[in-house]
């Protein structure tokens, strides 16, 4: 596969979004307005478990400026989506059977948000209350043992134990986090006979379009939905919530658009969260470090109604490391709570967890360093497919980042270096994430001015994808990146995947790579009978797009711009679409690499209070060619922030007797603020992936990836305390 050639990429330019950002042009879903528009309010349940058994709407429908009430007395009827857009919740006021504390059971519409809101409180609902399933330990959750179909067996793990000198079996848990996007999720919805125009934030505009037209039956055609900005997602913009439904099925009730944007604490349970998670680790190895077998089990929660997305924690202990004997099993059990979803690092930041603290207690035990333990189980080639990686730098990521944050200088010692009151440690954990890419569509056109407008339906959540996809099209059409205008999150454009699981980059990238090359090849099919074209009779391996230009490559002399020949034609303008679909191991040979990374952190420790600071992170990424250096050292940065909020302070405390969220607001909700974030260190590394013509690597997880383990480390150098359960607060330590 032929890697493009670099010049607009890479360079380090302000996001071509920016100023529409900072200036307040950049029009997000909660910003978007109708004539005529009323306002959503949402009702929800306040019991975990049991049915509805009457609901009084006569207060609420008698408020000023209320439109309409929708319960499931009146509510029309609607369909799940379809299948193969990983699994949507159940559509909302279908049924009378409540399954979670939060669940919608009604909607107001009003003239106004503030008299929505107040309605709401008058709707008046009686339950038949139930006893609800709360707890991973509840014997009568049910359990689903392999729920992702991708538990992994390699050799024979209880031999490989066996013959270990050294075993770590240890357990591990990881809380139920949230997500907490700044921008508060909203949908705007109007309808115009039947058809019907949604604004949304969400990551994956396609799905949102198919699952409306099968919840209204009407064709997929006839229904639009726009997201050219999205206030933030993690993940939770991947699915399409009742919320969204719900808006449409309003605005079609009252015959009016209608505007629902969610509260903070509605955030909390309509919209998704990271699983919590009860992990057990063993491992063995010999003497002199050698892995002699891996063994993970995690048991995660899961809804009562719901199948959830693919989030397998245990996956990177197959392929993490080079070890003969291999066994993982994820499992998941269902409980009263609100429906789980994917959060940045989905299964890989809570897998990672228990695997990089279980091998850095087996290098203690070893009397190894917990870096040469990891350098002498590098896996050179992927361990379940036995084919070498299409490109992997962690070796140089260990070694530059050790050299960067000076590990080798630092006294093994747990419990050793003290400065006064404070204690000291020094962690690290080597990080992995899975390779994924999509299938993707995009369309270039170039006008006889010179100038691109290239795009797709796929979203930009704040990654920078308008950025790097706007020098990726000027590096491919040889024009300046200010001439090149970015379409992005519309359904009436070419289609696209979720930009989620780190892939966008390499599905729109390889997208955009083939539409660019089809347009040069369009422009020379234009001219390819032309007497006065010197490019005439050229095939595209001919000529090379430099300066709004196609030059034999050969012979730079010899070139045409794109306007005279678009002029010449009589043209406006030329256009060209383009596919991409993911390789497969089979055809390149070679087993697709996700990221890989490096960390090493720096904790000081309050030896009276056990307070916990990181007072360095530094992070040596191998993400493949950087389209970037900017946005995606950005990226790694605020990945890394999350991290620090997973390792040290998030966790969605559920009340055991209600099922209610106990801390859903950012005043209890505790994440990261300025004074938790140290200097964080990132350095790139590594060539140009081979599994894609872009040659890129994601970037959006792998900076959230590894980062609690190598705090949790650091800790324990510090204190010689070894915490297995998140967040690490003083409380575990004193």
Known sequence: MTIIERTALGASIDRVDGRQKVSGRAQYSSDVTYPGLVHAALVRSTIAAGRITGIDASRAEAAPGVVAVVTPDNAPRVERGPDGLWSQPPPPLQQRTIVHHGQYVALVVADTAEQAAAAARLVDVAYERAEAVLDLDDPRAVTVENPFGSDQTRGDSAAGLAAADVIVDAGYTTPDETNNPMGLFA????????????????????????????????????????????????????????????????????????????????????????????????????????????????????????????????????????????????????????????????????????????????????????????????????????LPWSSKALRECYERGAERFGWWDRDPTPHSTRRGDTLVGYGMAGVSFFWFQQPCDARATIDREGRAFVRSAATDIGTGTYTVMTQLSAERLGLRVDQVRMGLGDTELPTAPPQGGSSMTASLGSAIHAAAGNLVQAFLDLVADDIASPLRGLAAADVVAVDGRLQRRDDPSISESYGQMLERHDRTDLTADGSAAPATPEELGLAPAGPFAARFAEVHVDADLGRIRVARLVSVVDAGRILNAKTARSQIIGGAVGGIGMALLED???????????????????????????????????????????????????????????????????????????????????
Not at 206 to 231: H, I, K, N, Q, S
Not at 689 to 705: A, M, Q, S, T
């Open 187 to 386: 949908t705007v919805a109007a309808w115009d006979g039947d058809r019907l125009t949604v604004h949304d934030a969400t990551q994956w505009p396609d799905a949102t379009r198919a699952t409306l037209a099968a919840a209204f039956g009407v064709p997929e055609r006839d229904v639009r939905v726009l997201a050219p900005f999205v206030g933030g997602g993690f993940g939770a913009g991947l699915r399409v919530w009742p919320h969204v439904v719900l808006t449409a099925m309003a605005a079609r009730a009252v015959g009016r658009p209608v505007k629902l944007v969610l509260t903070r604490p509605q955030m909390f349970t309509g919209i998704g969260h990271r699983t919590a998670t009860v992990q057990r680790v063993r491992i063995g190895a010999r003497r002199d470090g050698t892995l002699t077998a891996i063994e993970h089990h995690s048991v995660q929660t899961g809804a009562v109604d719901d199948d959830n997305l693919p989030e397998p924690v245990t996956a990177v202990s197959a392929v993490g490391y080079a070890c003969p004997n291999v066994t993982t099993r994820d499992s998941l059990r269902r409980l009263n709570i609100p429906v789980p979803s994917s959060m940045r690092g989905p299964g890989d930041a809570q897998g990672h967890f228990a695997l990089e603290c279980a091998l850095d207690e087996l290098a203690y035990s070893l009397g190894i360093d917990p870096l040469e333990l990891r350098l002498r189980n590098h896996a050179d080639e992927h361990p379940q497919l036995r």
């Open 652 to 734: 969605t405390v559920t009340d055991p007797a209600t099922g209610r969220i106990a801390n859903a607001t950012f005043g209890d909700y505790l994440i990261p603020v300025n004074a938790d974030v140290p200097d964080l260190d990132v350095t790139f590394v590594g060539e140009p992936d081979r599994f894609n013509p872009v040659g890129v690597k994601g970037v959006g997880e792998i900076g959230l990836v590894g980062v609690a383990p190598a705090i949790a480390n650091a800790v324990f150098h510090a204190t010689g305390r070894r915490i297995r359960d998140l967040p690490l607060t003083l409380d575990k330590l004193l």
